[in-house]
């Protein structure tokens, strides 16, 4: 938690802003992360710990494209003065109550911009945007779109809505088909679930479903047939807008300088289907 040393005027208009709780220690008065940032010199970051070249945790510390965009738009908010990291799984289901209680400083996690979202937390970004897509055995002949979803049995991931762009039907879904939902706690059980037989597709972000197929060696296929934008977000406590318009910042210099994309390429530059980016996509606004 922030400390704070602030009047009854200051602690009022602090907990307006939905500030009254942020991870870490660190003396001083933080009213934001980004103040926490340059003052203390220290972040606690939230990131998947169980996806292939996005956030995977095989050691001490994550590694993975989340991971890597994390620490450049550190780097960017600390004008390259460094900073500890403290680095904290952020699952699906967990990543909005991990900003409100304090938990996580900032959250980069393979996380959607959505309407629903954007009233619990704040989103800087996007820094990439997705397609979902669906990935199969690589022996499964009977799945060649999208549309062949319908009556299959696909895996709804807690606190992931990508299901949803399947079953529902617009807005807020996409193809409105009839499948069979199999529950599991997250993608990597998805997978699990998948290699097992006991799915038929998991059906998600491109990016998402490339690391995995990586990591498989061969046992699966992504269709190539893409059907959303989804916009990964940096998640923050609602009403940092201060934080939410650094970050914006830091994210377009790094694709100025040709940093975003090296990134990219590092994790993602032998994948088949995906098309590399070459400019910051249009940040969504922090009011």
């Not at 040709?258 to 969504?284: R, S, V």
């Amino acid at each position: 938690m922030y400390k704070r040393r602030i009047g009854a005027a200051g602690a009022v208009a602090a907990l307006a802003v939905g500030l009254a709780a942020c991870g870490g220690g660190g003396g001083g008065s933080y009213s934001t992360v980004v103040d926490k940032v340059t003052g203390a010199s220290e972040i606690i970051v939230g990131t998947k710990w169980d996806q292939p070249s996005l956030g995977l945790k095989t050691g001490n510390e994550p590694v993975g494209y989340d991971v890597d965009m994390a620490k450049a738009v550190i780097k960017e908010l600390a004008a390259g003065k460094e900073v500890k990291i403290t680095w904290k799984e952020a699952p699906s289901k967990n990543r909005e109550a991990l900003l409100q209680n304090g938990t996580v400083d900032i959250i980069f996690a393979t996380y959607s911009i959505t309407e629903e979202r954007k009233g619990k937390v704040s989103f800087a970004g996007p820094y990439i945007v997705a397609h979902q897509d669906t990935m199969v055995r690589a022996d499964d002949a009977a799945i060649a779109k999208a549309m062949d979803l319908k009556d299959k049995r696909i895996c709804q991931a807690a606190g992931s809505n990508s299901y949803k762009r399947i079953t529902d039907p617009p807005p807020d879904g996409k193809l409105g088909l009839p499948a069979k939902l199999v529950g599991a706690s997250n993608y990597s059980e998805c997978v699990q679930k998948l290699s097992g037989s006991n799915l038929d597709a998991v059906t998600t972000d491109d990016l998402i479903l490339a690391g995995f197929a990586k990591q498989a060696g061969g046992n699966f296929k992504i269709l190539g047939d893409p059907f959303t934008d989804e916009k990964y977000g940096i998640g923050l406590k609602k009403g940092d807008t201060k934080t939410c318009e650094a970050v914006n910042k830091a994210v377009t210099a790094l694709y100025q300088k040709g940093e975003a994309q090296k990134i990219w390429t590092t994790w993602f530059g032998d994948a088949k289907g995906l098309t590399a980016p070459t400019a910051p996509p249009p940040a969504e606004g922090c009011a």
